[in-house]
């Protein structure tokens, strides 16, 4: 046995796409094993001893036996390190079974926490924030994703900070927490409510310039994905849209996720735009200038209305039609007369004997059977009949009643999703880059506060397009807090979630700027002057805290401290016998720094990073009588 692993180590150290940094990679070895990789293959074919092990001969021909393979990489005694040792003496590790082979889920919760399924590659274990995997039960997981419970309630509006006495639904809302759970939470109370949801997730670059982690590795940053999109396609309405904007790294891919998650039916567009004007850094590739925006709706009818714009139309008050004021529309549709045979005639001027020819590909919007009709009826406006009209075609009149009857105090309000990109490309494409996000935060901090902040016009075209005042507005990468300025100024109702601290320093900070009145983005476009408030609240901690405490400290000695309390106020796993690594405290002391925060965050129980709502008066928690009183007026609990 130990001769066959010293031999396949070996082996495997020869494919160079294997090793990171002088280390094998464990789980891209079984990726590319489990997918018959020919390379991987004929490496092993090689070795008459690892040949003889993992093939079986059937008539002459040699057969891989990837699940024994399989198993054999992921023994614990395969590749091991001084973590996986002292986790074998603990107890604490899967022995003979890829974790996968279960029927269990893994969990891997990098410092954005995210569901996942799979494992660390050496490329995570570079990163920054601390990773960590974890097998949980399918049962488990329901729990985990449960509703918590919303603490620290404040109103925030233009006098300041208030304490909050009751909580609705019409409420705007910013909440500090791990988002998935945040968005499962308010599954319970938003469900079918949301009108758009705008999202900036992080593009998978292989940087930290959103200030978390950005270097996913490509399997591990769709399942991050695929978890978000589907519960938060549970909060859209039916004619609801989502607007979710990616790089050039992951953007196929991610088309690709999403056609499943909201079906390939639902989808609308991909909008894209201007990131800034520059050059590439590398010779033989383009310039990657821009960035895109996928949208889908979640379940909209078809040719039902999604995009919404108020339009300048020119009304005419004419001495023929003393009662009533018209306007000109076109006569022609897009379609052509192979598809509208009834369509394809020559119209003629009744006055003055004019023919107008059908344009083949792009025919007449009414029937031959219906022309006599139109004309009779003056609804159609030919070259001549007015001189104040230059018109060289037939057009059709509609009056100003008509639209009235049919649309109320919305006459004037057009339904254009096909117009969408041409009305607003311009602006894409030379209005809304980067700096000027930048700018506008620096208008508001002085300083550059926030990496690549998305800026307001974008978000008001967008909000503008997709909503009308007094529709929920969703943003649960929040980011900066753009989404939520913008459609706090424009009349709409809006949820935002962040969990990293900015949301307090920038985030709620701006939105307070924003209820003073400032005038920067949007305000003087849509005459903004302040007014307005929202509630912030926050996730209640459980075993969070000492998620956040372990990746703040700064030494070993905070850590031991760090435990000594966790053992006595933490929620442990069920896997956990602290006597066992009270008498193995040599060896934990001996692991590094990383490995040490590694086992302290992995000994936590990860259903209780949030205190469930089902244990609001549970005194454990100490959850106020303040706090439950608004946690049930939010979800409606009798």
Not at 292 to 300: E, S
Request: with cysteine; glycine share 6%.
């Amino acid at each position: 046995m130990q001769n066959l692993l010293q031999d396949l180590v070996k082996l495997l150290e020869q494919d160079d796409r294997l090793v990171v940094e002088g280390q094998l990679l464990k789980n891209k070895i079984v990726e590319l094993a489990l997918g018959m990789d020919a390379g991987l293959i004929r490496l092993l074919l090689t070795h008459e001893g690892i040949r003889r092990h993992f093939f079986t001969s059937i008539d002459d021909i040699l057969v891989f036996d990837k699940i024994k393979f399989q198993q054999f990489v992921s023994n614990k005694e395969f590749l091991p390190d001084s973590y996986t040792a002292f986790k074998n003496k603990i107890g604490l590790t899967v022995d003979t079974r890829y974790l996968t082979d279960s029927g269990e889920v893994v969990l891997a919760w990098p410092y954005k926490d995210c569901v996942l399924e799979g494992g660390q590659t050496k490329e995570d274990a570079r990163r920054n924030e601390i990773f960590w995997n974890e097998t949980l039960a399918p049962d488990e997981i329901d729990r985990l994703l449960s509703p918590k419970v919303l603490t620290g309630f404040k109103r925030c509006d233009k006098d300041g900070q208030h304490s909050v006495t009751s909580i609705s639904r019409e409420d705007n809302l910013i909440i500090k927490g791990n988002n998935l759970i945040a968005l499962h939470t308010l599954a319970k109370t938003y469900a079918g409510k949301v009108k758009l949801i705008y999202i900036d997730p992080p593009y998978n670059l292989g940087t930290d310039s959103f200030k978390y982690n950005d270097s996913f590795n490509h399997s591990t940053w769709l399942t991050f994905m695929q978890n978000r999109l589907e519960i938060a396609k549970t909060l859209l309405m039916s004619n609801g849209i989502v607007f979710i904007h990616i790089g050039d790294t992951e953007m196929h891919y991610l088309k690709l996720l999403a056609d499943a998650v909201f079906g390939r039916e639902h989808f609308i567009a991909t909008v894209p735009r201007k990131t800034r004007s520059g050059k590439s850094d590398v010779p033989y590739k383009l310039s990657q200038d821009y960035d895109w925006m996928l949208v889908y709706t979640k379940n909209a009818r078809p040719n039902e209305d999604l995009f919404h714009r108020k339009v300048s139309r020119k009304y005419y008050k004419t001495p023929d039609f003393p009662d009533d004021e018209w306007r000109l529309s076109d006569l022609t549709t897009q379609r052509t007369v192979t598809e509208r045979p009834n369509s394809n005639f020559t119209l003629i001027n009744p006055r003055t004997g004019d023919e107008f020819f059908v344009n083949q590909n792009r025919c007449w919007g009414i029937t031959r059977d219906s022309i006599d009709e139109y004309i009779t009826k003056q609804r159609i406006v030919f070259p001549g009949d007015y001189d104040f009209l230059d018109i060289a075609q037939p057009a059709l009149r509609v009056f100003k009643s008509d639209e009235i009857q049919k649309n109320g105090d919305d006459y004037d309000k057009a339904y254009v999703s096909t117009e969408f990109l041409n009305l607003i490309s311009n602006d894409l494409l030379k209005k809304t880059t980067n700096k000027k996000g930048t700018d506008e935060i620096v208008g508001l901090f002085g300083d550059k506060a926030f990496s690549y902040p998305k800026n307001e016009l974008l978000l008001h075209k967008i909000i503008e397009y997709t909503t009308k005042a007094g529709d929920i507005v969703l943003d649960f990468f929040i980011g900066s807090g753009t989404t939520a300025a913008v459609a706090h100024k424009m009349g709409r109702r809006y949820v935002g979630v962040e969990q990293m601290d900015y949301i307090n320093t920038i985030t709620v900070e701006r939105m307070k700027k924003v209820m003073a009145g400032e005038q920067g983005g949007i305000s003087k476009t849509v005459g903004w002057h302040g007014g307005g408030s929202f509630i912030y609240c926050e996730l209640a901690r459980a075993n969070q805290v000492f998620v956040d405490r372990i990746q703040s400290a700064k030494d070993v000695q905070e850590l031991q401290s760090i435990y000594m309390e966790m053992q006595d106020k933490a929620f442990l796993s069920y896997r956990i016998d602290p006597k066992k690594i009270d008498q193995t405290i040599s060896d934990f002391r001996a692991l590094s720094f990383k490995d040490q925060q590694r086992f302290l965050i992995e000994v936590l129980d990860k259903n209780m990073l949030y205190v469930p709502l089902s244990e609001i008066d549970d005194d454990t928690y100490g959850i106020s009588d303040e706090d439950k009183k608004l946690n049930r007026q939010f979800f409606d609990l009798r």
